[in-house]
């Protein structure tokens, strides 16, 4: 491993802001079409699944 | 379908389809979680800083995942339009229907990952490039056979149109890909930034990888998911015949 702090890190060598904002937006877009899936599943309601 | 005496074609029929994806679901969504962590931890922490790219470069494990996911998840609903169009099947076109909105999500992520990676290695979020150029009609053409489809009522008319539409736009799929080899690009090929360092090539090639079966995964998982919706929204069409359904599940088990 190369990081010697947390902060050295979370800063990405100066380029943090753009490391961070792409895997922070493909969490949220993958995070949110799980959601969005989900609750279209519960508004489509269960067949007959038991 | 247990009239005709063809057991291969089962899970041809939505009814029958519905619970066996329900069984499949969990075991894609364990594969991709478990992959997308053990991407992450290699992509972070075992893949050394690249020799000419800095730490900027480690937007890699996810913008090439996406990117891919982008255009083979369109060349896969292609498929499916096609087998749909050609055999006149209903499942075929559900498949086509769910796979549009992962699709379209990818190549969002594929093009805001590449801003991201372009402005601190090109000094510009968006240049006219090839690559980047067609990739952003691909994103409108996934958007154009979503509208196309909810602008037609009649289901089956929607599912034709889309399907057509899906087909003639996979040419734009090879140009994304050669785009890099046809036309001069600011777009960087294939795999300059592994050959840079080639020391290197080792542990980050194997995060890519393991980050883009991980987003095949979550992909299959989120489709099935909601070709179950699909399904069950069809079913509650008055076409469909909701009280014939039922029955035609119990037969099937």
Partial sequence: ????????????????????????IAALCMGGEVLAVWRRSAAAGSRDES | MSATGINW???????????????????FAAAAAGLIVVGLYVGFFVAP???????????IFVHVPAAWMSMFLYVI??????????LNARPSFMMAQAIAPTGAMFTFLALFTGSMWGK???????????????????????????????????LRRADRASAVLALVGVINVPIIYFSVKWWNTLHQGASVSITAAPT???TMVTAMLVMMVGFWMYSIAVTLARVRCVIIERERQPSWGKSASLPDVAEAR
């Fill in chain 2, 120 to 154: 601190p290695t090109w000094g510009a979020w968006w240049v006219w490039d090839a690559r980047l150029t067609s990739e952003l009609i691909l994103l409108f053409q996934y958007i154009g056979i979503i509208l196309l489809r909810s602008s037609i009522d009649d």
């Fill in chain 1, 1 to 24: 491993m190369q990081w010697g702090s947390v902060e050295e890190f979370f800063a990405m060598g100066g380029y943090g802001l753009y490391v961070w904002a792409s895997f922070g």
């Fill in chain 2, 49 to 59: 800083t690249d020799a000419t790219q800095g730490d900027a470069y480690r937007i």
């Fill in chain 2, 77 to 86: 609903m292609a498929i499916w339009a096609g087998i749909g169009l050609g």
């Fill in chain 2, 200 to 202: 290197m090539a080792g």
């Fill in chain 2, 9 to 27: 074609f089962k899970y041809s029929s939505p009814q029958a389809f519905h619970p066996l994806a329900g069984r499949m679901i969990p075991w």
